[in-house]
């Protein structure tokens, strides 16, 4: 290890710990992995020997930055603090010089030279905006979104910081909670599968790389399921939902690797997150091993308080460091409240050493103890913002995640010959809501537009013509005429509607998952000039667009596709890809049929047409708009040849599925090939069919193509009677299509020896 020059850090130590490393022989990977331990535990006890208490309590703050002359700055007296020794970590601070300013302080003149963590809410991009995470799973492209994130880590590292407040792997079934846009939707599997994708992203393959960061699986936990779709509101689910639906991808994302869990702002069986030993000592570190550090959410040590489990401050530090959470965001407890709480024996100061060694660990594994300064480059801040190739990467992304939802008569694709294209819409021209909500250092005028990306798109002999029609929120209707006289003087009509980006993420619910304003107004309007019509769709959550699915001919969801939205939705509506996305959620008909997915259980009077005393409703379908999985192209794909290796298997058996799939149409194009899975009877009630496996796989005109899927212990266990994980003998039915409902099916038998 190299050892930076410092002031104040003793050398002597810090050669110690080279003694340890030197000394161990380098036998291979083992070895190694034995010297970084070594290496690391002597320099964070040796630190840790030497703090005092105030120094401690220190590493564990964590206050907020705020927007200065020049770009964000540490508040008032911040600089005084990190001299002193009082702040650990700083959120929503960045830019090169500025953070190696703040770190030269932190180094060379605190007393112990101990590096800042600097964190900032990186979602999706940090200047290189990509679709919003929940338009990212619809890609079902593993590869894709780790690069996604891998550029973000590149980009937000480059401006000084080390860790991001993402992943958000929470699991969503009412669209009506704003939060729903930043996570992967209904899925556990793909809920999991989109977590080890992201995490490995930003941490890349050794974490003390100059390029990686600290992510951070969020929001511990069930945060999801909040009552009502209120942000922040009470969560009351079974033990059962907890550990089959919320749970596993925050367990992914800590078998991958994480180095930060976030607490949640809400409670789990009347205990609040941020006072949950059970959860976040117990579930979290005991039981799957978590090392990390857990970071609170913003202010959610105080808001103990409101909660009604602590009378005070005080009461809610203590609560919060017992329970595990490490670092205090923004409330300033712990370097208050918490020192005289320590003094005068109200909580042991072993507690607080547990958490500043997982902060000390993370900086040592950051490599910060090498190179403090190795984040803080000018240089590398300028070659590392829009990289052409970012850019590309971006609108690569966004063209995956549209998600073609109709297409009737093949309206799509068009021509780039077509004499005249009328662009409507409140959302045809708007560069912000292109980049959606948390769009970190993103900058609207990167933003391509539709209207700028299908103008560049078409033929020098098209004529574009364009008209708002309407805001996005608002009950004018003045715009009505002239976008109805724009689409009579068009041979098609390209309607953008959807959400404003600030109608979605943190605090951003609805009640209603309608257009909002008179959107659906103008739609009519415009399809009553008997033009054909495409209706391209911004949201981050599902709407309920029944009117538009049935009239309108073409319909696309975009989600907010990032800076290179305009050209990734030209590519699409001319035919340069074919689109391939899969909706990660199911859209409702309306919001009365929320909580609405499609691993729901089948009750003892399963939805009938012809019994009335079924599970169903008077005045619309039990059935989604479109399910879980859907998406068209602009070919078709058959299914055949479903079969299995085994028709028998032990409880922890293996089994090879495979399936046929061929390309029936005239163009290349991506299918998503979706494997679900149903326990037929056991001992518990099942869900009818599970998302356990999909490959995202390119066929050329004809091409047939076998995919084989494997299952085995971990794809058939539930948690049994007692809660423990278990595989029952019995029958198991496997459904391979392309969308939660078109599936081919057969069976399989577990049973015991």
């Given at each position: 290890?190299?050892?930076?020059?410092?002031k104040?850090?003793?050398?002597?130590?810090?050669?110690?710990?080279?003694?340890?490393?030197?000394?161990?022989?380098?036998?291979?990977?083992e070895?190694k992995a034995?010297?970084?331990?070594?290496?690391?535990?002597?320099?964070?006890?040796?630190?840790?020997?030497?703090?005092?208490?105030?120094?401690?309590?220190?590493?564990?703050?964590?206050?907020?930055g705020?927007?200065g002359?020049?770009?964000?700055?540490?508040?008032?007296?911040?600089?005084?603090?990190?001299r002193?020794?009082r702040?650990?970590?700083?959120?929503?601070?960045?830019?090169?010089?500025?953070?190696?300013?703040?770190?030269?302080?932190?180094?060379?003149?605190?007393?112990?030279?101990?590096?800042?963590?600097?964190?900032?809410?990186?979602?999706h991009?940090?200047r290189?905006?990509?679709?919003?995470?929940?338009?990212?799973?619809?890609?079902?492209?593993?590869?894709?979104?780790?690069?996604?994130?891998?550029?973000?880590?590149?980009?937000?590292?480059?401006?000084?910081?080390?860790?991001?407040?993402?992943?958000?792997?929470?699991?969503?079934r009412?669209?009506?909670?704003?939060?729903?846009?930043?996570?992967?939707?209904?899925?556990?599997?793909?809920?999991s599968?989109?977590?080890?994708?992201?995490?490995?992203g930003?941490?890349?393959?050794?974490?003390?790389?100059?390029?990686?960061?600290?992510?951070?699986?969020?929001?511990?936990?069930?945060?999801?399921?909040a009552?009502?779709?209120?942000d922040?509101?009470?969560?009351?689910?079974?033990?059962?939902?907890?550990?089959?639906?919320?749970?596993?991808?925050?367990?992914?994302?800590?078998?991958?690797?994480?180095?930060?869990?976030?607490a949640?702002?809400?409670?789990?069986?009347?205990?609040?997150?941020?006072?949950?030993?059970?959860?976040?000592n117990?579930?979290?570190?005991?039981?799957?091993?978590?090392?990390?550090?857990?970071?609170?959410?913003?202010?959610?040590?105080?808001?103990?308080?409101?909660?009604?489990?602590?009378a005070?401050?005080?009461?809610?530090?203590?609560?919060?460091?017992?329970?595990?959470?490490?670092?205090?965001?923004?409330?300033?407890?712990?370097?208050?409240?918490?020192?005289?709480?320590?003094?005068?024996?109200?909580?042991?100061?072993?507690?607080?050493?547990?958490?500043?060694?997982?902060?000390?660990?993370?900086?040592?594994?950051?490599?910060?103890?090498?190179?403090?300064?190795?984040?803080?480059?000018?240089?590398?801040?300028?070659a590392?913002?829009?990289?052409?190739?970012?850019?590309?990467?971006?609108?690569?992304?966004?063209?995956?995640s549209?998600?073609?939802?109709?297409?009737?008569?093949?309206?799509?694709?068009?021509?780039?010959?077509?004499?005249?294209?009328a662009?409507?819409g409140?959302?045809?021209?708007?560069?912000?809501?292109?980049?959606?909500?948390?769009a970190a250092?993103?900058?609207?005028g990167?933003a391509i537009?539709?209207?700028?990306?299908?103008?560049?798109?078409?033929?020098?002999?098209?004529?574009?013509?364009?008209?708002k029609?309407?805001?996005?929120?608002?009950?004018?209707?003045?715009?009505?005429?002239?976008?109805?006289?724009?689409?009579?003087?068009?041979d098609?009509?390209?309607?953008f509607?959807?959400?404003?980006?600030?109608?979605?993420?943190?605090?951003?619910?609805?009640t209603?998952l309608?257009?909002?304003g008179?959107?659906?107004?103008?739609?009519?309007?415009?399809?009553?000039?008997?033009?054909?019509?495409?209706?391209?769709?911004?949201?981050?959550?599902?709407?309920?667009?029944?009117?538009?699915?049935?009239?309108?001919?073409?319909l696309?969801?975009?989600?907010?596709?990032?800076?290179?939205?305009?050209?990734?939705?030209?590519d699409?509506?001319?035919?340069?890809?074919?689109?391939?996305?899969?909706?990660?959620?199911?859209?409702?008909?309306?919001v009365?049929?929320?909580p609405?997915?499609?691993?729901?259980?089948?009750?003892?009077?399963?939805?009938?047409?012809?019994?009335?005393?079924?599970?169903?409703?008077?005045?619309?379908?039990?059935?989604?708009?479109?399910?879980?999985?859907?998406?068209?192209?602009?070919?078709?794909?058959?299914?055949?040849?479903?079969?299995?290796?085994?028709?028998?298997?032990?409880?922890?058996?293996?089994?090879?599925?495979?399936?046929?799939?061929?390309?029936?149409?005239?163009?290349?194009?991506?299918?998503?090939?979706?494997?679900?899975?149903?326990?037929?009877?056991?001992?518990?009630?099942?869900?009818?069919?599970?998302?356990r496996?999909?490959?995202?796989?390119?066929?050329?005109?004809?091409?047939?193509?076998?995919?084989?899927?494997?299952?085995?212990?971990?794809?058939?266990?539930?948690?049994?009677?007692?809660?423990?994980?278990?595989?029952?003998?019995?029958?198991f039915?496997?459904?391979?299509?392309?969308?939660?409902?078109?599936?081919?099916?057969?069976?399989?038998?577990?049973?015991?020896?």
């Amino acid at each position: 290890m190299s050892i930076f020059q410092s002031k104040s850090v003793k050398k002597a130590a810090l050669l110690c710990v080279l003694t340890t490393v030197l000394a161990v022989p380098a036998w291979g990977s083992e070895s190694k992995a034995i010297a970084r331990n070594a290496d690391e535990a002597a320099l964070v006890e040796d630190l840790l020997a030497r703090m005092t208490l105030e120094e401690k309590l220190g590493q564990l703050a964590q206050p907020r930055g705020r927007w200065g002359d020049t770009g964000p700055e540490v508040q008032q007296g911040g600089e005084e603090d990190v001299r002193a020794g009082r702040v650990g970590s700083y959120l929503g601070v960045y830019g090169a010089d500025y953070t190696r300013r703040l770190q030269e302080i932190a180094v060379d003149e605190s007393r112990l030279g101990i590096p800042l963590l600097f964190a900032h809410d990186v979602i999706h991009g940090f200047r290189t905006i990509f679709p919003v995470p929940l338009g990212e799973a619809a890609s079902f492209d593993h590869e894709a979104v780790e690069r996604a994130a891998r550029i973000a880590a590149e980009e937000a590292t480059a401006y000084g910081l080390h860790w991001t407040y993402a992943p958000m792997v929470d699991i969503a079934r009412d669209p009506r909670w704003g939060r729903i846009v930043e996570g992967a939707g209904e899925s556990p599997y793909l809920g999991s599968e989109m977590a080890v994708a992201r995490v490995r992203g930003f941490q890349g393959q050794a974490l003390d790389a100059p390029d990686t960061m600290l992510a951070t699986a969020k929001h511990f936990v069930a945060y999801g399921g909040a009552e009502g779709g209120r942000d922040y509101n009470t969560v009351d689910i079974s033990e059962r939902t907890l550990h089959e639906i919320y749970l596993p991808p925050f367990q992914a994302a800590v078998d991958a690797g994480v180095q930060s869990v976030m607490a949640a702002f809400n409670e789990v069986g009347g205990i609040p997150m941020h006072a949950h030993g059970d959860l976040i000592n117990g579930t979290l570190r005991k039981e799957w091993g978590f090392d990390g550090i857990l970071v609170s959410d913003y202010t959610g040590v105080a808001e103990l308080i409101p909660h009604g489990v602590a009378a005070n401050r005080e009461e809610a530090g203590i609560l919060a460091l017992e329970a595990g959470v490490d670092i205090d965001m923004v409330s300033n407890i712990y370097t208050g409240e918490m020192l005289k709480a320590v003094e005068v024996g109200k909580l042991d100061e072993a507690v607080v050493d547990e958490a500043v060694r997982r902060v000390l660990r993370a900086k040592v594994r950051l490599g910060l103890f090498d190179d403090p300064y190795r984040y803080s480059d000018k240089a590398r801040e300028k070659a590392h913002t829009l990289k052409p190739e970012y850019r590309a990467a971006a609108r690569d992304l966004a063209r995956k995640s549209l998600v073609l939802l109709k297409n009737e008569g093949d309206v799509l694709p068009l021509s780039k010959q077509t004499g005249t294209i009328a662009v409507i819409g409140p959302l045809a021209d708007n560069r912000r809501v292109m980049l959606g909500g948390w769009a970190a250092a993103g900058q609207e005028g990167d933003a391509i537009t539709p209207l700028e990306g299908i103008r560049a798109a078409v033929s020098s002999d098209t004529k574009v013509l364009y008209a708002k029609g309407a805001e996005i929120d608002s009950e004018d209707r003045s715009g009505f005429d002239e976008a109805v006289d724009v689409a009579r003087k068009a041979d098609v009509v390209l309607l953008f509607l959807g959400e404003h980006h600030d109608m979605s993420a943190e605090a951003n619910n609805r009640t209603s998952l309608d257009l909002p304003g008179v959107q659906k107004e103008l739609a009519q309007a415009v399809h009553a000039s008997g033009k054909p019509v495409v209706a391209v769709l911004f949201s981050g959550r599902p709407l309920a667009v029944t009117w538009l699915s049935e009239e309108i001919p073409a319909l696309v969801e975009a989600w907010f596709p990032g800076i290179e939205a305009g050209h990734a939705i030209a590519d699409t509506l001319f035919g340069d890809y074919n689109p391939a996305g899969r909706l990660p959620v199911s859209f409702p008909r309306n919001v009365g049929q929320i909580p609405i997915y499609h691993n729901h259980k089948n009750t003892g009077r399963p939805p009938s047409q012809t019994e009335k005393y079924t599970s169903k409703y008077l005045d619309v379908p039990w059935t989604p708009l479109y399910p879980f999985g859907h998406g068209l192209s602009y070919t078709t794909f058959g299914y055949d040849g479903l079969s299995l290796d085994k028709q028998a298997i032990a409880p922890d058996g293996s089994v090879e599925v495979t399936v046929t799939v061929t390309n029936n149409g005239a163009r290349a194009g991506e299918e998503v090939v979706q494997l679900y899975l149903r326990d037929d009877v056991a001992s518990v009630t099942r869900p009818v069919k599970e998302l356990r496996g999909f490959e995202r796989i390119h066929l050329a005109p004809g091409e047939s193509r076998k995919v084989q899927f494997h299952l085995d212990f971990d794809d058939l266990a539930f948690y049994g009677k007692d809660m423990r994980r278990v595989v029952e003998p019995g029958t198991f039915t496997v459904f391979v299509g392309g969308n939660s409902v078109d599936l081919l099916e057969t069976q399989f038998k577990v049973v015991t020896p």
